[in-house]
């Protein structure tokens, strides 16, 4: 896909630009030697299809357009991807640029070539709002394809190293934006994937683009740093060698120059200059097995001094994108810090190939199913993202969380290993478990002793996580959760959970207006056939999808019950029914009973669809009101509340009816403004007398101003009702040094 613009059109090909195209195509058939000549065959048909709807389209650089979809199909064939991989490589851009529909590739190529090639296609055909809105939904398509058939994401890596490569020739205002696209996304989902090789040429060549005068100057410092270090470099190589040889240990040793990327990164992160930059070079140990790897890496500590704390044992514990390898950092010749990696062959294909390894492996191998779980469990990770997750900007938002595999890695108490990104706390780690662990955790213990639930793992932690039936996810978790699965999983359930106990509102407020309009909820009962025309009425004139829906909207405060009731008892007048007079009498000049058998009463077990207004804190033995807020709800005051006696001059008809339950089910909070003569231990004095009124004290402001003589304590309690709040009260009046205690509500 032509990252940078669209073909430009050419009417007549040239000679020279045909040759160009059978030239490069030449070289791709050079590298399809592992294929049989069947599928060789298909990818000959593929080329010529591609040749002709590409025909007289050109790059930006002036080469057949055709040359671009090859040097894709040479990269993919370069991790022998096989024949459809490279088919769809081929036609990667035939649906987005020439006009060629998915079902014309189904016809000559078969469907699983083109559930490839519509996976690669950027969503230009609808309507966006914004560049943004259709990146992210382009997006969001393109990572499902790969999760389902990861060789999408292979072709799209391919796509987009050509490009980065032919950067040069796009217009230079393009430049910015498509190397900070490739250096927050492609250059990361190759490093999730371990395509450190591509990872490494991403980086390189966005940096290069984005910060061209950067990229010269190191380029040439770097040039000359290896002038200066070549001698030190090959006294190093000389001794290992030699040590290898005396310890009779066959092994290949290479050496390794940090990415120009990773070195601007690391003066820019860590404010070095070029010369602190002691990491520049290092060696790779290819060993022939693992038991080879370890007697390696005693080999190099008994030649050189290892330095603490950095070395790291990959092969043990492999990183979450399937990387294996010891690191070790030793202090070679003159001071230098030099970094080896070893390995086996093996492993050495994982580092650089990741999850193409599989098919490198079955092009040597066909019977070895190496490499098949590589960056499984991200890619199906995303399905469970999708699943939780409809808007295509949210669903984005949790997948960069995802994209930087830098990990911890922590224990269950069974000893079983896991991997979270470094900065995960207790709430990822259990929903990395599951889901229903996530929901339920109410507390946890790290090696044995309890901790809060946002506490950040350390590697070699050992979890334990502590749950209860009755708990469900917090939305405060949202505020320090780490991985995208975790967000996405508690986003969905309060979205759930909060429309849920809007509808329960919503059909308790519509009863509750029924019933003031004479009609008995047993008359209009869900599953009477009777009625059901009544309900497709009603819900074409409020335009909701289902009877849920209205009363969901209902209860959010998005549509008013009295009115919608008003509604069906005029579509049942034209069916004949009438209200029922004495129902109606007894609801509309009987408050007291309307609110006790429409069942409208609350009892602190509501959940996100009640809200208890902070302005007043209404608790039990308090008359209150409740007024449904548009969208928000159904918001409970007392009745005395200054905000309501506004609210009520501005939108009388959104109050209700509300009235407590006999046995509310928990504590509610309420203000306290305590005047003090100020004195030693005064603070602690009110505190006990609280408590010694079983009452919890979940907030204390004693101000910013120096004490005086006289000072003010401002606590949040929680309370049972009325009467435990005025025991609270007069235990703190007999507190010595207390001179006034009184319960605050909002100001008028």
């Known amino acids: 896909m032509n990252a940078m613009s669209p073909p ?3 009417r007549i090909p040239t000679p020279a630009a045909a040759n160009a195209a059978a030239a490069s195509f030449a070289a791709l058939t050079a590298k399809l030697d592992y294929l049989n000549a069947a599928d060789i065959e298909n990818v000959r048909r593929a080329y010529r299809f591609a040749d002709q709807a590409h025909l007289g389209q050109l790059r ?16 993919c064939a370069e991790w022998k991807l096989d024949a459809q991989a490279l088919m769809a490589a081929l036609l990667h851009d035939a649906m987005e640029d020439c006009d060629v529909t998915k079902l014309d590739l189904i016809e000559r190529f078969g469907a699983p070539v083109a559930e490839l090639v519509d996976g690669l296609t950027k969503l230009e055909k609808l309507e966006f709002n914004t560049r943004e809105e259709n990146q992210a939904e382009s997006f969001r398509k393109m990572l499902l394809a790969m999760a389902r058939d990861v060789r999408v994401i292979l072709i799209k890596l391919a796509d987009r190293i050509h490009n980065m490569r032919t950067l040069g020739d796009a217009p230079r205002s393009k430049w910015q934006r498509i190397s900070n696209e490739t250096l927050e996304i492609y250059a990361p989902i190759a490093h999730r994937l371990g395509l450190n090789s591509t990872f490494r ?6 940096f290069q683009h984005l910060h061209p005068w950067r990229y010269t100057v190191l380029s040439k410092a770097l040039q000359r740093a290896r002038g200066r270090r070549r001698d030190v470099i090959k006294r190093v190589q000389s001794e290992v060698e030699a040590a290898f040889q005396s310890a009779q240990i066959s092994v290949r040793i290479y050496g390794r120059e940090k990415t120009l990327y990773s070195i601007y990164h690391k003066m820019d992160e860590k404010h070095l200059s070029f010369a602190q930059v002691t990491d520049l070079y290092g060696f790779r140990v290819i060993a022939q097995n693992l038991t080879s790897c370890y007697c390696s890496m005693g080999v190099l500590h008994q030649l050189y001094k290892p330095l603490p704390g950095k070395f790291k044992d990959y092969i043990a514990i492999p990183k979450v994108n399937g990387y294996q390898s010891l690191h070790t950092t030793l202090v070679g010749p003159f001071g230098t810090n030099i970094e080896f990696q070893l390995r086996t062959d093996a492993m050495h294909v994982v580092a650089e190939a990741g999850v193409a390894a599989h098919w490198l492996y079955k092009a040597s191998d066909p019977g070895s199913e190496a490499s098949e779980r590589l960056g499984t469990q991200w890619l199906q990770s995303l399905l469970d993202i999708q699943q939780e997750t409809r ?5 984005w938002d949790h997948v960069k969380i995802d994209l930087f595999p830098e990990a911890v890695y922590v224990f269950t108490p069974k000893s079983q290993i896991m991997a979270m990104p470094r900065g995960a706390t207790i709430v990822d780690f259990a ?3 599951h889901s229903d662990v996530g929901h339920h955790a109410v507390a946890a213990k790290v090696n044995g002793e309890q901790v809060p639930l946002r506490t950040e793992l350390h590697n070699g932690d050992v979890i334990e996580i502590i749950t209860a039936n009755v708990s469900s996810p917090n939305p405060a978790w949202l505020g320090f959760v780490r991985t995208g699965k975790a967000r996405s999983k508690i986003r969905h359930h309060l979205k759930t959970m909060a429309a849920t106990e809007s509808q329960d509102l919503g059909e308790k407020m519509l009863v509750q207006a029924l019933r003031a309009e ?25 335009g909701n999808r289902s009877r849920a829906e209205l009363l969901a909207d209902i209860g959010m405060g998005k549509r008013i019950a009295s009115m919608v009731a008003k509604r069906m008892v005029a579509f049942l007048a034209e069916t004949g029914e009438k209200p029922n007079a004495l129902l109606m009498t007894r609801e509309r000049y009987m408050p007291h009973e309307s609110v006790a058998q429409s069942g409208l009463v609350v009892d602190g077990s509501e959940g996100t669809s009640i809200h208890f207004s902070r302005c007043c804190c209404p608790i039990p033995g308090d008359g209150i009101v409740g007024y ?16 309501v006696k506004r609210l009520q001059q501005r939108d009388s008809d959104r109050f209700i009816a509300v009235d407590w339950s006999e046995e509310p089910v928990r504590t509610f909070e309420v203000n306290l403004l305590v005047t003090v003569s100020n004195g030693k231990g005064v603070l602690a004095r ?3 007398a609280l408590a010694g009124a079983e009452v919890d004290i979940t907030h204390v402001d004693m101000g910013h101003e120096p004490a005086n003589g006289v000072t003010d304590l401002r606590f949040s309690v929680a309370v049972r009702d009325r009467i435990h709040l005025a025991w609270a009260l007069r235990s703190v009046r007999r507190t010595p040094s207390v001179l006034k205690v009184q319960r605050v509500k909002a100001a008028a």
Do not use: M
């Open 431 to 433: 929903y990395a478990i």
């Open 8 to 10: 430009v059109a050419s």
């Open 518 to 542: 004479g009609i008995d909820r047993q008359r209009l009962s869900e599953d009477d056939g009777k009625h059901h025309h009544l309900w497709e009425k009603i819900l074409r004139t409020t």
């Open 60 to 75: 930006n650089s002036g080469e057949p357009y055709i040359t671009h979809p090859i040097a894709v199909a040479q990269q």
């Open 686 to 688: 009110v505190a006990a």
């Open 628 to 643: 449904l807020g548009r969208g928000e709800g159904l918001f409970v005051h007392t009745d005395d509340c200054a905000v």
């Open 391 to 395: 808007d295509a900007a949210e669903f």
């Open 201 to 206: 040429e991403l980086q390189d060549r966005a």
